[in-house]
């Protein structure tokens, strides 16, 4: 099975679904609107963790769940429904990630039974330009004096202001890629919380001299292994992703089922319907391309490049469509800040350019597929 | 986890595969004409596609999946998925294409009674007789319910008068399935039959119609005082409408492409061949490479969500009105192919005539693919179903 979802992954979703009842639309708007200093719910985090949402892809030796990340994508798809503000994607999914795949095992039991139980969160610090592109790090590493000072500075880092820990890419002192980790509280890591049109969490970090041992360097990070973990943060975003689309357009319908004009329903229009039908074939096709990346991760296919690539690139595409229509469809009322389907038009524009866009991952679908 | 019995499967298929599959049938498929029919009065079968048909005739493996005692294969589940990568794996072709195969025997294992399935599948199996389908007629086309062509009760036969349109390569088939009106006073939904008829049977003419591919596939097919006998009525009178839209949903899972595995080749393959690349490495036309990824993204995509749709088909999820999601998508997916094909090629792909363009092939198939979202249902009527029966809009009244 590839794209059904067993008991377990069902039962997950479903208490999930449940659960973010109580982290609705409204809790990412009060935190706009008071300006909240964290910019996520604690007590919604702290239940998150506790029901083992943060442990879901750590392996059971460091107190993880090993449930795998096809079931995580379940939980990041609701989570995308209600545009819950949270720390899972950057903490659970991404530095997570980074650790498994690219950590000692002594920065593994450091660092993966502190993230399972909560108590830290860390985040992964990859772009350097405006537009997505890994392959340009300036943040370097050099010796002196028999230490490692670091230097250089990330942009659009996601959480980067609540967390304990920073995973970054950078050169090291041979000019190789790699992945150090950076306590925020270290002398010289100045950390700028930033506001998006989401209305989540980023900052830029500057690096001045701090000073790194021996033992904050991956010693498993390389090119490759590091464009797995931004391959399954893609695939991770991506489901997110799916899942505020598919609201944005159960929303769309719902609301052309009550709306009347010309004394009928919206619903009623085949000129609306249409454009409705054509979004459901899209969502279909969107949710093929994540459940399939999903699974490529757990199946550890030899290259989920290309998976990654089409998810990202697809669900994009997708939720550019459906939020696009959504606000055209509620017509003036979808304007206003008060109608909720502002906050889905948003939240796709800046999921959509994270880790890559379409542009990005159309490109390199072409390149994967050697032309 | 493979059982002793599925590996053992599987090593036979690969063999037989390997011994009977002629290697000019391991190619690509260009278009219909690629494919053996079949059929009495069929002279198309090349050497090579009679060899392939005849050897994989005789394990009833023409319909793999169908009951042994209706001349199939007699395959499980698991099987005919085994058989199906076998074939895809060295790109073999179908040995037979009908559609006979793809659409009216699933109608007739569904409703037929079993005199029926005994005659008409067997010879479908055998590749016996060519099939069409008679269901548009000129005043019943998206409105395809509207259709006129009347089947009266005349005892122990109907008479048929009437015209159906679009039956595909009606010149060349012995058989067709109609869609007739038996009680014109009932609703319209209501009062049709689905009946079988020999084109050889007095009364009936047919004459191509060229389309705008230079080509004729379709046919206007004529009923004038036709005598039918009542044990060629499938199912029960009047209740035709039923059949017509489970076959439907079958031709329009066809055509969106669900279990075939015939492989094409890739459009940046062709564009390669044609357009060359630039020094790092990539298609030297920016834009067509861009129109290309999108293209191929889709059907990437589209591949993976028919592999999604046979396992919730598997797990008891039927395709249902899904059906029309497919055909919409894979055939408008088609048209950007080709339109970007013809783009690629230049001249080469507007040439009608000739050896350098290879009489036209990709011109004609250009145009032919127009029709690929009209028949069996045009796009719009595809997205009116989404509409209505998935998303459920319409009055609340």
């Known amino acids: ?371 | 986890m493979q059982s002793v019995e599925t590996a053992t499967f599987k090593e036979e298929i690969r063999a037989f595969i390997a011994k009977n599959c002629p290697l000019s049938l391991r190619k690509p498929v260009k278009n219909f004409d690629d494919y053996y029919w079949g059929g009495k009065k069929s002279t198309s079968g090349s050497p090579d596609q009679l060899k392939w048909f005849e050897a994989m005739k005789n394990n009833g493996w023409t319909v793999p999946h169908w009951p042994k005692e209706y001349g199939g294969g007699g395959l499980s589940a698991e099987e005919y998925k085994i058989f199906l990568n076998e074939m895809a794996r060295v790109g073999a072709r179908k040995p037979l294409f009908s559609f006979g195969i793809s659409m009216l025997g699933p109608a007739l294992l569904k409703f037929g009674n079993e005199t029926q399935k005994k005659e008409h599948l067997t010879k479908i199996a055998k590749g016996e007789i060519w099939w069409c389908q008679g269901y548009s007629e000129p005043g019943a086309g998206s409105d395809l319910a509207a259709l006129q062509t009347r089947a009266e009760d005349k005892g122990d036969h109907y008479l048929v008068n009437g015209q159906k349109v679009w039956t595909s390569y009606a010149d060349k088939a012995d058989w067709i399935f109609c869609l007739v009106r038996t009680d014109p006073m009932a609703p319209k939904h209501s009062g049709i039959s689905f009946l079988l008829i020999d084109m050889e049977s007095a009364g009936v003419t047919t004459r191509p119609i060229k389309l705008i591919s230079g080509k004729s596939p379709f046919c206007e097919t004529f009923f004038d005082n036709v005598k039918v006998s009542k044990e060629n009525l499938i199912g029960e009178e009047n209740m035709g409408w039923a059949i017509a839209t489970f076959l439907l949903t079958h031709e329009r899972s066809m055509i969106g492409g669900i279990g075939d595995t015939d492989v094409r080749q890739a459009l940046h393959d062709f564009a390669l061949d044609h357009i060359g690349t630039s020094e790092n490495g990539r298609l030297s036309d920016e834009i067509i490479r861009k129109e290309i990824a999108e293209i191929e993204l889709d059907v990437a995509t589209l591949d993976m969500t028919i592999q999604r749709s046979m396992e919730e088909a598997k797990s008891g999820k039927p395709i249902g009105a899904k059906s029309s999601f497919f055909k919409y998508v894979y055939t408008e997916i088609n048209k950007r192919r080709y339109e970007t094909m013809v783009a690629v090629a230049g001249t080469k792909g507007l040439g009608w005539e000739g050896n350098a363009y290879d009489d036209g092939a990709i011109a004609k198939q250009f145009c032919r693919t127009k029709g690929n979202s009209i028949e069996g249902g045009t796009s719009e009527i595809q997205l009116n179903i989404i509409a209505k029966r998935i998303l459920h809009l319409r009055s609340k009244k």
Not at chain 1, 20 to 25: E, H, I, N, R, W
Not at chain 1, 264 to 283: D, K, N, P, S, Y
């Open chain 1, 1 to 371: 099975m590839i794209y059904l979802l067993n008991e377990e992954q069902s039962m997950l979703k479903d208490s999930a679904k449940e659960f973010l009842k109580s982290a609705p639309v409204a809790q990412l708007r009060n935190l706009r609107d008071t300006k909240d200093n964290i910019g996520y719910d604690q007590t919604t985090w702290q239940k998150m963790v506790e029901m083992g949402w943060a442990a879901m892809v750590i392996p059971e030796q460091y107190e993880g769940l090993n449930f795998g990340y096809f079931g995580l994508g379940q939980i990041l798809e609701e989570t995308g429904k209600t545009l819950t503000a949270s720390p899972v994607i950057s903490s659970a999914v991404m530095a997570t990630s980074a650790i498994i795949f690219c950590g000692s095992d002594a920065q593994k039991s450091e660092y993966l039974p502190k993230l399972s139980m909560g108590e830290m969160t860390a985040t992964l610090a990859i772009d350097e330009t405006a537009r997505h592109n890994p392959n340009v790090i300036k943040t370097h590493l050099k010796t002196q004096n028999g230490e490692f000072l670091l230097n250089g500075k990330k942009v659009f880092v996601p959480d980067v202001h609540t967390a304990n820990l920073i995973i970054a890419t950078c050169k090291d002192s041979n000019g190789k890629d790699t992945l150090i980790a950076v306590n925020s509280d270290n002398n010289g890591v100045s950390i700028n919380r930033e506001h998006f049109m989401d209305s989540r969490n980023y900052g830029t970090i500057e690096f001045k001299d701090v000073k790194i041992t021996e033992s904050h360097i991956f010693v498993g990070a390389n090119t490759e292994s590091i464009e797995k973990v931004l391959d399954i943060s893609r695939i991770a975003i991506a489901a997110e992703l799916y899942g505020t689309s598919v609201e944005a357009f159960n929303r769309t319908i719902a609301y052309m089922k009550e709306r009347k004009q010309f004394g009928v329903e919206l619903a009623t229009f085949q000129g609306l319907q249409h454009r409705c039908a054509i979004m459901f074939c899209e969502l279909e096709m969107a949710q093929t391309a994540v459940l399939s990346a999903l699974n490529a991760i757990d199946q550890d296919v030899e290259d989920i490049r290309l998976f990654a690539s089409i998810a990202k690139a697809k669900v994009s595409k997708v939720a550019q469509l459906v939020s696009n229509e959504g606000v055209q469809i509620f017509g003036g009322i979808g304007m206003t800040d008060d109608e909720e389907i502002g906050f889905f038009l948003k939240r796709a524009r800046v999921a959509m350019a994270i880790l890559g866009d379409y542009n990005y991952h159309l490109d390199r679908f072409a390149v994967l597929n050697g032309y």
